[in-house]
Structure formats: C-alpha cells, structure tokens
C-alpha cells in the first residue's frame, strides 16, 4: 500500500504570496492532520480534517486554512506569507479519528519564503 | 493542556552501546504517547505507541519504551545501538478525543563508529 504523499516536495516563495501544498493520504485513511515544523518551534499541530471537515485546529492566524475533499485528499493554503513561514510542513493520516490510530506522516513539504 | 519534554537535545552514543532516550509527560488521564523517528530530510516513522496494558512496549527496529506513570515518563530505549540509528526522536502524547499530537522539541542521536 502506497503512503502519505506530499507535493510539491521543494517550494520556493517571496513574501505576500500565497501558497498551495497537496497530501494524499495511504489509501482508506479517513481523517488528514498538518503540523508545521520550524528549528525554533519544532512540530506544530495545524489542523486536522475529518470526512471533508475540520475537526481540530492549532494556534495558527487565519492565513493557514485548509481543506479536504471527498476522497480524503486534503491541501493547506498560506496566504500573504511570511518570511517566518518557512518550515517543513508536514502531513499524516490516520484510519479515522481515534486518537488510538497510528498517524503515518509523509516525507513533507519544504517550504521557503524569501 | 498536555506538554512533552525532552531534556536532552543531542546525545552522542558508540555503536553497540546501549541507549535511553528521555521523555517526561504533563497530562491528567492516561495519555496516548508515541515515539517517532525521522531521518534528515524525511518525514516521521512511528517506531511505537503506548494505550494501555503492559508499560513495556516493544516497538520496531529493537526499541522499546516504558511507561511509568509514578514518574510520568515514556523513556526508549535500545540495547544495542548501530549507526543506522542516528536520527532525530521525537516523544510526542495524543489528546483523548483529539488527533492533535503534542511533540517534544526532540532528541537528536549520534552514533559514533
């Protein structure tokens, strides 16, 4: 069974833009997590989405939004970002919302805003 | 709200040499907790997981954690370490009702041959 995947793999943004990032997750899985990763804050929850809802959501400004659609697949938007938005963005998948299933993460996203 | 530490940032082990990875937990339940592994440029891998029943948890790759409430603490360990190990670790506990995981900032291991 294939796993989490992520694209792009590399961006490369300037500031004031907006940005895209795509997750498909392993095949079945349900519910699509996003968490932010920074040296100085390490992994940061973003938001969780259920059944194309969101369930959850970190301590992050409204430029972080995100989505899911019926086949699960799910993508987060940044808008007018900030040189401080540069991270890996990361997203999991789980088989549903429990917090007893496992959460499979995909390789990530690096993100870099110039 | 519940919060993981890590006190260690960076441990430097030889090959072959045994290893105890700390993690200490704030939460009122009993909490789910998770250690992963992520390599440089990878995403994370879960390496096990704690719920309830036996506090010794065996997980991949030889690790195994223990989960002792009195102490709150979810420590790894592994016997025997080799240099394929060194990697980034993460302890991280999961919220009842939540798919929200807290991590820890993180262990950082370095193997030496």
């Known amino acids: 069974k294939a796993g989490v995947t992520q694209t792009p793999r590399y961006l490369i943004k300037t500031r004031g833009q907006q940005v895209t990032l795509s997750c498909s997750p392993i095949?079945?899985?349900?519910?699509v997590s996003w968490y932010q990763q920074t040296p100085g804050q390490g992994l940061q929850f973003l938001f969780e989405?259920?059944?194309?809802?969101?369930?959850n959501k970190g301590n992050f400004p409204g430029r972080f939004s995100g989505r899911q659609f019926s086949n699960s697949r799910s993508e987060m938007n940044v808008s007018t970002l900030e040189l401080g938005d540069s991270a890996l963005y990361l997203c999991?998948?789980?088989?549903?919302?429990?917090?007893?299933?496992?959460?499979?993460f995909g390789p990530g996203t690096r993100l870099t805003v110039l | 709200a519940q919060s993981v530490t890590q006190p260690d940032i960076h441990i430097t082990v030889s090959e072959g040499a045994s290893l105890e990875l700390r993690c200490n937990y704030s939460?009122?339940?009993?909490?789910?907790l998770f250690w992963y592994v992520q390599s440089p440029g990878q995403g994370l891998q879960l390496l096990l997981k704690y719920f309830s029943g036996d506090t010794l948890v065996q997980g991949i790759k030889g690790f195994e954690a223990e989960f002792k409430r009195s102490q709150s603490s979810f420590n790894l360990r592994k016997p025997s370490v080799h240099w394929s190990d060194a990697a980034e670790y993460f302890c991280?506990?999961?919220?009842?009702?939540?798919?929200?995981?807290?991590f820890g900032a993180g262990t950082r291991l370095t193997v030496k041959p």
């Open positions: 999991a998948s789980s088989l549903n919302k429990r917090e007893s299933d496992t959460q499979y």
């Open positions: 991280a506990v999961g919220e009842g009702g939540n798919n929200d995981m807290r």
């Open positions: 989405y259920f059944s194309e809802t969101q369930r």
């Open positions: 939460y009122g339940a009993t909490p789910y």
């Open positions: 095949s079945g899985h349900r519910s």
